[in-house]
């Protein structure tokens, strides 16, 4: 199938020779982090913590298994306290070949929290899988992909390399831990991001349990596989970046991964598509991509209408680094 697709303009990018675009499978491994972190009582419902255990029990082992048979090497977003709960899980997919990645501690709520309260949960998250698997990540994710307009510096700080939160580019780029924040003038650092996007989410398709999320609709595999095969294949003719995302506990279930595994073999099977881990298109990023974007920020000081203000975005073209 032939497929025309505007490409991302803002976010220019040319890929290692012999490749026109790239695609990363990636997994965030929340097990029962995200739904202790919505709703601390959630740890009473027997039924809901073996709903999310099912995702490092079963699901993580049978996607370790589809991506070795695909030789595909993934990215998996790992919390904190997931890592401390399954240590043999997190050793599995470090076994395996694969990149592991920040994703918080506990899942944690990240709108509106400080700068101080965020650095902790980096912090702790950080010390998890340094003990339980001798990784310190380069990647990390925000629960929810809540970025924080403090946690870019945070996260250069600690020397974290590239970010997987925003959703507004098609292409990875590089980001100025300034991002726009008066508090950030004069600090000229960057980290690469790496943007997302809800379609290529398979919470969005998938989830649902009763009191906790999702419309109660669990859309089929094939037309999931459709959707996301039309992505891939978009991004592919556009010479762009498809990321997408995986929840064990959700696209591990039999005939999602069975789905999910032809999904694989698909954008394997395109012309030129580079298949990797986040951290290398990151890395590739880093090493060619001279323009250095910052954030547009709207400031509201009161009511709406009142004194708003919008500070627009900028790019600057250092060397590279």
Same mark, same amino acid.
């Given at each position: 199938?032939?497929?025309?697709?505007?490409?991302?303009?803002?976010?220019?990018?040319?890929?290692?020779?012999?490749?026109?675009?790239?695609?990363?499978?990636?997994?965030?491994?929340?097990?029962?982090?995200?739904?202790?972190?919505?709703?601390?009582?959630?740890?009473?419902?027997?039924?809901?913590?073996?709903?999310?255990?099912?995702?490092?029990?079963?699901?993580?082992?049978?996607?370790?298994?589809?991506?070795?048979?695909?030789?595909?090497?993934?990215?998996?977003?790992?919390?904190?306290?997931?890592?401390?709960?399954?240590?043999?899980?997190?050793?599995?997919?470090?076994?395996?070949?694969?990149?592991?990645?920040?994703?918080?501690?506990?899942?944690?709520?990240?709108?509106?929290?400080?700068?101080?309260?965020?650095? &902790?949960? +980096? /912090?702790?998250?950080?010390?998890?899988?340094?003990? *339980? @698997?001798?990784?310190? =990540?380069? #990647?990390?994710?925000?629960?929810?992909?809540?970025?924080?307009?403090?946690?870019?510096?945070?996260?250069?700080?600690?020397?974290?390399?590239?970010?997987? &939160?925003? +959703? /507004?580019?098609?292409?990875?780029?590089?980001?100025? *831990? @300034?991002?726009?924040? =008066?508090? #950030?003038?004069?600090?000229?650092?960057?980290?690469?991001?790496?943007?997302?996007?809800?379609?290529?989410?398979?919470?969005?398709?998938?989830?649902?349990?009763?009191?906790?999320?999702?419309?109660?609709?669990?859309?089929?595999?094939?037309?999931?596989?459709?959707?996301?095969?039309?992505?891939?294949?978009?991004?592919?003719?556009?010479?762009?970046?498809?990321?997408?995302?995986?929840?064990?506990?959700?696209?591990?279930?039999?005939?999602?991964?069975?789905?999910?595994?032809?999904?694989?073999?698909?954008?394997?099977?395109?012309?030129?598509?580079?298949?990797?881990?986040?951290?290398?298109?990151?890395?590739?990023?880093?090493?060619?991509?001279?323009?250095?974007?910052?954030?547009?920020?709207?400031?509201?000081?009161?009511?709406?209408?009142?004194?708003?203000?919008?500070?627009?975005?900028?790019?600057?073209?250092?060397?590279?680094?």
């Amino acid at each position: 199938m032939s497929t025309s697709a505007f490409a991302d303009s803002q976010h220019p990018i040319t890929w290692p020779a012999g490749f026109t675009a790239a695609a990363s499978f990636t997994f965030d491994v929340d097990a029962e982090s995200c739904v202790i972190a919505h709703d601390p009582t959630s740890t009473r419902r027997m039924s809901l913590m073996s709903h999310q255990s099912y995702g490092p029990n079963v699901a993580v082992p049978r996607l370790l298994q589809i991506l070795a048979r695909q030789e595909v090497r993934g990215t998996f977003f790992i919390p904190g306290f997931t890592a401390e709960s399954y240590p043999d899980v997190v050793r599995q997919i470090v076994d395996g070949g694969h990149e592991v990645a920040h994703h918080g501690y506990l899942h944690e709520p990240m709108q509106g929290i400080d700068a101080a309260t965020e650095a &902790s949960y +980096l /912090d702790r998250g950080l010390e998890a899988l340094e003990k *339980v @698997a001798g990784i310190r =990540p380069v #990647g990390y994710r925000a629960p929810w992909w809540e970025l924080n307009w403090h946690s870019p510096a945070l996260l250069a700080d600690r020397g974290f390399l590239y970010d997987s &939160s925003l +959703l /507004d580019g098609d292409a990875p780029y590089r980001m100025s *831990v @300034a991002s726009g924040s =008066p508090s #950030g003038a004069g600090d000229t650092r960057d980290i690469v991001e790496i943007p997302v996007d809800w379609t290529l989410d398979d919470w969005e398709q998938y989830a649902f349990y009763p009191g906790v999320t999702g419309s109660g609709v669990i859309e089929s595999p094939a037309k999931v596989l459709e959707m996301w095969t039309l992505e891939a294949e978009a991004h592919h003719s556009q010479g762009s970046c498809f990321v997408l995302t995986n929840h064990p506990f959700i696209s591990g279930r039999p005939s999602k991964a069975v789905a999910l595994e032809r999904l694989i073999e698909r954008v394997k099977g395109m012309d030129g598509m580079w298949v990797t881990t986040l951290e290398q298109i990151a890395e590739h990023t880093k090493a060619t991509v001279s323009e250095v974007h910052s954030h547009a920020r709207i400031e509201v000081p009161a009511a709406p209408g009142y004194g708003a203000r919008f500070v627009p975005g900028q790019v600057q073209v250092p060397a590279l680094s």
